[in-house]
DNA sequence: CTGTTAGCGCTTTCAC
DNA sequence: GTGAAAGCGCTAACAG
């Protein structure tokens, strides 16, 4: 028990004890296990976290955030990547609890009715991160992505275009994707615009690849276009690249904003226009979050459900 | 324990016996506890995995495919970012190892002494990747940076090109840069090329903002420079997105090349010719020596040192 | 095919 | 400031 309290830290043991405790702790190469630990005082010291995707700088940068601010009170993060799968997040979840995390991170307010069902059951704190679910099973750190997209329209508006196209939004699992969309249509109809012409992209991950057809197709379809949103910096900046290869000046030609901000944004070029996100910071906020809803509350005062919007900008670069 | 058996696909049980329990969990929302399992078994089901940032695609798709690899084994990872710090990943290490992985896996091959010290004590199976260490503390998965580069330089000359300068490889950090800026001191002399021109960068991470500012300073400290190596492609892609700025063509005034082939560089302006380097292959094969290495091998045999050499490839796209 | 016993390594609780 | 007792929820090992 001494030796339990060393390792911890605690302050009720003398400082020869610890010390001696200490030399044998070196010359054995004791390490602690925190399973045991675990197992006996009902804290594994995990947090699950739950992405679509490893290989989006916006996510790993939300899990580099929530991973930073977890680690000051020792906090352990397991990742899961669903693979924008529906079915695979419940999956994961149920693995997910076997673990007895303190606590859940979910990207996106989409679930299986299964998967929020055992959300539900489960005591552990659920935070949503992302989105704006309008019904969130706990904690919510989000942003309206439709109203940053109309946000973007707004903006181009005012900088005198008219003619405003988007790519992006199909209708197949990408929440993020299609909520988007509906702020672009929103928007178009809000404003007064005279059409709406939305060039669809096929499922999640969106990327590179994406844009340069994207753009092709959006100029076959609508030569008068004069801007084009693009749901995400990716798709972007493959528009622009294949706007080089055409010979369309950018902005002249056809101005292009993305979304995301990605670090690419600020050094292509043209440097692209885009709705900045701030994704270390979503990650920050959330894990701070999480260390108060797991806190020691006092039993029946549990965190009362909170829902913090995380403030996005408008970035206007030269692509625009 | 008939429970345990049902619950963990012993085939052992009855099917009504079965049928019974799974209809029990399910009422109870019974969720196995596995942290307990591990602390009876001894087997935590756990796979340690250090990297430097998880801002580098590289980066996640080799936890991606690690992931994937291990997942049909139901283990789970436990990744850890080192900051590209040796002395936060000795301190991670350490951390991890209270946890009880089954396996460990370190990016890159250069470690603090007493973090090698750690591992060595440590019963548990240690992999190496990316680097080609020459002393690896067990297993390694990896390839050598440097002979990428000479292979990289081998080819431009082969091409035509004889000045050819290097971007990147500072002395502090990121052995994987030194490594290949090596390499490219190596070639030059070997295929007798005129002169080796560096243009060293800062401390890693290296990224696009980097490329703009390095290829300006090495047109004026070389202006009879031909073509350049950088040291990664994101790099690479900030140096051509400037020369589109001071209107230099790329590659008929100056041919650049990449390393890593990112996504990006397949649909850039002009595409990248860049040294691919499969990392989701390097962490599928990974994860597969992680299995091995973890497998039931007869007690007194555990597997020999293995050094798997993942090949690399040089694509040549529009910029060279 | 099912069940009993013991114990994994720690922390909680209480006693001194 | 230190220690004894008990138990966290599971599985290994063995018995029937």
Known sequence: MT?????????????????????????????????????SS???????????????????ETVQGISESLAS???????????????????????????????????????????????KKTSVPVIEIWDMPAQPIHHLVGFSNAAMIEDMVARLVFRGYRRIAFIGGDESGDFRSIDRRRGYERAIET??????????????PISIRHGGPAIVRLMQEWPEAEAVICVSDLCAIGAIM?????KWDVPSRLAVAGFGDFEISRYSFPTLTTVSVNCTEIGLQTGNLMLRATGKTTTMNSLLPQRLVIPHSIIEREST
């Open 3 to 39: 030796v339990s309290r060393a390792l911890n830290g605690s302050n009720s043991v003398s400082a020869a004890t610890r010390e001696k405790i200490m030399s044998a702790v070196e010359e054995l190469g004791y390490v602690l296990d925190l399973s045991a630990g675990a197992l």
């Open 42 to 60: 009902q804290k594994t010291g995990f947090i699950s976290v739950l992405i679509p995707s490893f290989n989006n700088s916006n996510f790993s």
């Open 73 to 119: 009170e020792g906090k352990q993060i397991l990742v899961g990547y669903t693979g924008y799968s529906q079915q695979r997040e419940e999956q994961l979840i149920d693995t997910m609890l076997q673990r007895r995390p303190e606590g859940m991170i979910l990207t996106g307010g989409e679930h299986t009715a299964r998967a929020c069902q055992t959300l």
């Open 191 to 204: 404003l007064g615009l005279p059409k709406a012409h939305v060039v669809p992209l096929g499922a999640p």
């Open 242 to 246: 294949e706007c080089h290869r055409q």
